[in-house]
């Protein structure tokens, strides 16, 4: 367990307990931990370089996001993510990004505008070459950049969060062709909402678009 962990670096000035956090999550999201995988605390401590008091903090901060629970006679394990919990995240997701999609569009210039434009054109291209690594790292760095527009940093941390949670599902969504195409469709139709300032229109793209990948994972794979 300890190889899954580097050192934290200490020109990292963040709180301990919200890299632990970080990177105990991120790890969990990856796969790195699977479900019924124990999480060992003083192993984990060891492996960053930390006391075990920032450890033992994250345990109960993954337990109360669901990602992990406290097992009589185990400690505390993996829990992963349930089908209940991926459609409530998606309910979540909805309201939120919606809301992400509304701010961003009375804040975004028209220099950001193009900056989106060209991304999108790079994703394209990962499709047409089916690059699905450099897919995702272009389609994160998309909705990252609408995320932070919004200027709420709450609203940011709770998409993030909401991010990590669903990237396991990439297998699933828009890993496979037709989803990805779909998804290119309604990101494109944000970004004529944005040079419209259509802040109504923009946020019921985002809902749409929350709704739609939701609506694949039903129909198509049946995930519900």
Not at 66 to 86: F, Q, Y
Not at 93 to 101: C, H, K, Q, S, T
Not at 203 to 218: M, N, P, V, W, Y
Request: contains cysteine.
């Amino acid at each position: 367990m300890t190889r899954l962990f580097e050192k934290i670096e200490v020109t990292d000035l963040r709180p301990i307990r919200q890299i632990v956090l970080e990177k105990l999550r991120k790890a969990i999201m990856d796969g790195s931990f699977e479900p019924g995988d124990r999480l060992v605390e003083t192993a984990i401590a060891e492996g960053m370089g930390v006391s075990r008091t920032p450890v033992r903090e994250a345990f109960r901060q993954l337990e109360i996001e669901g990602l992990a629970e406290n097992v009589p006679r185990r400690g505390t394990v993996v829990k992963g993510i349930s089908k209940s919990d991926i459609l409530e995240i998606y309910q979540i997701r909805e309201v939120l990004e919606g809301l992400a999609f509304r701010l961003a569009c009375s804040n975004i210039s028209e220099a950001k505008i193009i900056e989106l434009k060209n991304k999108l054109i790079k994703m394209d291209e990962c499709i047409d070459h089916d690059e699905i690594y450099e897919y995702w790292k272009y389609h994160g760095e998309f909705h990252d950049s609408i995320l932070y527009l919004s200027n709420n940093q709450r609203l940011i941390d709770q998409m993030k969060q909401i991010y990590e949670y669903l990237s396991k599902l990439r297998n699933f969504t828009l890993v496979m062709n037709k989803r990805r195409r779909v998804a290119m469709t309604e990101h494109k139709a944000l970004i004529e909402a944005f040079e419209k300032k259509d802040k109504d229109l923009a946020e019921q793209i985002g809902r749409d678009h929350t709704l739609s990948a939701k609506q694949f994972l039903t129909n198509e794979i049946h995930l519900f």
